[in-house]
């Protein structure tokens, strides 16, 4: 297995570096998410495109064993931040821990499916395949994700998705404000509502946005204005307190503005994680093996493991892990153009071989361990 992932690399290095250098965003990475599955067809896997009614999802399976593991892959990039988040090393890792259980997956009694997830920064890629039944028969999924620091334990928040806009009434800014209603002012009163609510708010939320269209013109009363903003939580059930309150906070503005008001949903909210212990102590034994050293005392480094992720919903479903690799980027963390640049260095090609090879043994630990197959493959094991 060692030596099918040794052979693959200079393989999986140039997959991370074309993603990399070919940024496409959410629901549009056809070139990541084909290169992605020519690797895999390369590597002997049975690939079926469009999974779940989804043009740049897919699924790649090799093996007829009863343990059915899934490696998920994420391609999407950040509109205007290219692949500041990593997803990149994260799609040639899972190809390459799927170039490591190719040629032993039979005589471990696996079958692996690698899903190529669209979407994932934002548009819930994953929770649609889960709801149209693509996760259907997995008995377990993992991921690696890149960041500062390596941190075996997810903990991401809970994370609801919104869109808000105002209608209001166009007029000349000079000669006739009196018959306008100002759309841009609504968003200003929605704001400093919520600046003000957040001091009531527990520590374990987060509330932010953006304005994405603010208006036309200066001389012309705002008539339309748009947005998109996160509300995170500990949890769907807090998020589920939570939104309303927020929501409320928008309905100011619309209130103050004499506007109207819509909210509507980018994605299904993305869960918090449930890490499966057995799973993330046979990769925490396999990742130290390979020389990795993780970061657990809570440092700035090691706080991309909150970052929110549909992975999440998955986990709910599935007994599941979502390590984190670092890739030596301080002070560069996730979401920088700095960081982007950090996910092509040698630290990240480290990163992709060592993530492939850490998923690779923890699947390898599963099969071996016969009371680890009896508790995955039992029914309603989750």
Not at 132 to 142: I, T
Not at 212 to 231: C, D, F, K, Q, S
Not at 244 to 272: M, Q, T
Not at 274 to 279: K, L
Request: proline share 6%; glycine share 10%.
């Amino acid at each position: 297995m060692r030596e099918a992932v040794a052979k693959a690399a200079p393989e999986l290095l140039a997959l991370s570096h074309r993603i990399h250098a070919n940024p496409e965003v959410a629901w549009e990475e056809e070139k990541a998410a084909r290169w992605t599955a020519y690797a895999l067809d390369d590597l002997g896997y049975d690939v079926v495109t469009g999974t779940a009614g989804l043009p740049t999802a897919f699924t790649a399976t090799v093996g007829s064993g009863p343990l059915h593991l899934a490696i998920c892959a994420e391609y999407d990039a950040l509109p205007g931040l290219g692949h500041a988040c990593g997803h990149n090393v994260i799609a040639a890792a899972a190809v390459g821990a799927a170039a490591g259980l190719a040629p032993v997956a039979d005589e471990l009694g696996l079958k692996v499916t690698v899903f190529g997830t669209p979407a994932e920064e934002g548009g819930g890629g994953k929770i649609l395949m889960l709801e149209r039944g693509a996760f259907d028969g997995v008995h377990a999924a993992m991921m690696v994700h890149p960041g500062p620091a390596d941190v075996a334990e997810a903990d991401p928040y809970a994370v609801a998705h919104l869109k808000v806009r105002y209608h209001g009434k166009a007029a000349h800014a000079a000669a006739y404000p009196e018959r306008g209603r100002n759309a841009a002012d609504a968003f200003t009163v929605a704001q400093v509502a919520i600046g003000l609510l957040r001091q009531q708010l527990p520590s374990t939320t987060r509330v932010h946005g953006m304005v994405t269209r603010g208006g036309e013109v200066p001389n012309a009363i705002p008539e339309l204005t748009e947005g998109r903003w996160y509300v995170r939580a500990g949890s769907l059930e807090e998020l589920s307190a939570l939104q309303p309150r927020v929501e409320k906070c928008f309905e100011a503005g619309a209130l103050a503005s004499a506007c109207d008001l819509e909210i509507e949903p980018e994605s299904r909210p993305y869960s918090e994680f449930r890490n499966d212990a057995a799973m993330l102590a046979a990769y925490r034994q396999a990742a130290e093996s390979l020389g990795r050293t993780f970061d657990s005392s809570g440092s700035p480094a090691a706080r991309m493991n909150r970052a929110s992720t549909d992975m999440g919903n998955v986990s709910r479903v599935l007994p599941a892990i979502h390590p984190y690799l670092g890739i030596n980027s301080l002070p560069a963390v996730n979401h920088q153009r700095e960081f982007a640049a950090a996910c092509v260095t040698p630290d990240a090609d480290r990163a992709v071989l060592d993530g492939a090879l850490g998923m690779a043994l923890t699947a390898v630990a599963l099969a071996g361990d016969d009371r680890e197959r009896a508790r995955l493959t039992a029914p309603g094991s989750r």
